[in-house]
């Protein structure tokens, strides 16, 4: 970037005011941002700009965008709640329906108890799926269970976590698995993805140099899917699984906005499980 932006991706707001020519919203309607402005279904355009970078961001009073920009609120949330889901709701979402959907009886392996994997764990629960989670944490582990997670591997005490998944799934290994980590747990996913199964490569929390031979998915029949957040379509699709399934996001904590430095701090030391909200 060659200039400060304005960060963050994900928010809520009400309308304050709109031009001549906008139907789609009006003053008052409380609505979500999408994180690509101009991605509204099917293939992503060029170009498609997304919040926080390079456009200007969420963090302020008043945000100006197009009205294709927006998306409705879901009424079953409150406005911290909602303004978790522009970037890691459609990421979750994505990762879990690209592809072959993950279907009831399947079991899901999120890495990381980050924003992703919360609505992955909770997406997935909702789809009929089990739920594996890894954390560097039990005290986290434990808080996903109540989730609705059925198992948890620590990988700093399992640095072999794809042994232990493995084991938890009688060797089958699982239908999907929500890659947050990257190149730096890309070969252990790649082991424990059972036949058929699918890798969803999402972040980069592992590091992003390294290798990971994808030989073995070959003879397992499974995919490796790269996931890039999502439509405007895929955020409204989620939206209807949360007003449906009464999906409440996990936030950790909330911060009110000139405390903005330290929520960004709580997530650089890693000491959350979900997401983290800031309050106007
Ligand atoms: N491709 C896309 O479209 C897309 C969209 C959104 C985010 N992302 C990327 O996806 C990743 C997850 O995003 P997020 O918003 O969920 O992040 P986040 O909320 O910051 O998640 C952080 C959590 O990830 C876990 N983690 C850290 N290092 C790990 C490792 N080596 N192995 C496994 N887990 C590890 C930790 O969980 P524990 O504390 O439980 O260990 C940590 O608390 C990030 O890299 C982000 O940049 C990509």
């Known amino acids: 970037m060659d200039r400060d932006v304005i960060p963050c ?17 009006k003053v008052s309607d409380r609505v979500i941002p999408t994180f690509f402005q101009i991605w509204i279904d099917g293939l992503p355009p060029k170009n498609r700009g997304a919040l926080g970078a390079p456009l200007d961001g969420t963090l302020a009073e008043f945000v100006c965008l197009h ?29 879990l329906m690209r592809g072959t959907p993950v279907k ?4 899901v392996l999120c890495l990381g108890t980050g924003g992703v994997s919360m609505f992955a ?26 989730l609705g997670a059925s198992h948890g591997v620590n990988y700093k005490t399992h640095p072999d976590w794809e042994k ?53 998915l070959m003879f397992k029949s499974a995919s490796l899917h790269g996931i890039g957040v999502g439509s ?12 449906i399934n009464q999906i409440k996001p996990v936030i950790d904590r ?9 929520a960004f701090a709580l997530q650089a030391s890693g000491n959350y499980l ?7």
């Not at 009831?104 to 079991?107: E, V, W």
């Not at 909330?254 to 330290?262: E, H, K, L, N, Y």
């Open 67 to 95: 009205e294709d920009g927006w998306v409705a609120m879901p009424k079953s949330l409150s406005f911290e709640e909602a303004a978790t889901l522009p970037c890691a709701g459609p990421t979750a979402w994505n990762g």
């Open 164 to 216: 232990e998944v493995l084991k938890l799934t009688d060797g089958r290994g699982v239908d999907c698995v929500i890659e947050n980590g990257g190149i730096g747990t890309l070969a252990r996913s790649f082991e424990c993805v059972g036949w058929g199964g699918k890798v969803s490569l999402i972040g980069v929390l592992a590091g992003r140099e390294g290798k990971a031979n994808p030989h073995n």
């Open 232 to 243: 405007r379509a895929s955020l409204e699709q989620l939206i209807e699984a949360i007003e």
């Open 254 to 262: 909330v911060f009110p906005f000139d405390q903005a430095p330290d």
């Open 121 to 146: 764990l909770q997406f997935a629960r909702a789809a009929g799926a089990r739920v594996i989670v890894t954390s560097s944490s039990d005290e986290k582990i434990e808080r996903a269970r109540k």
């Open 274 to 280: 979900g997401k983290i909200a800031i309050r106007f």
């Open 104 to 107: 009831p009886g399947d079991t």
């Open 9 to 25: 991706s994900d928010g809520a707001g009400e309308i304050v005011a709109v031009g001549a020519t906008v139907t789609r919203f």
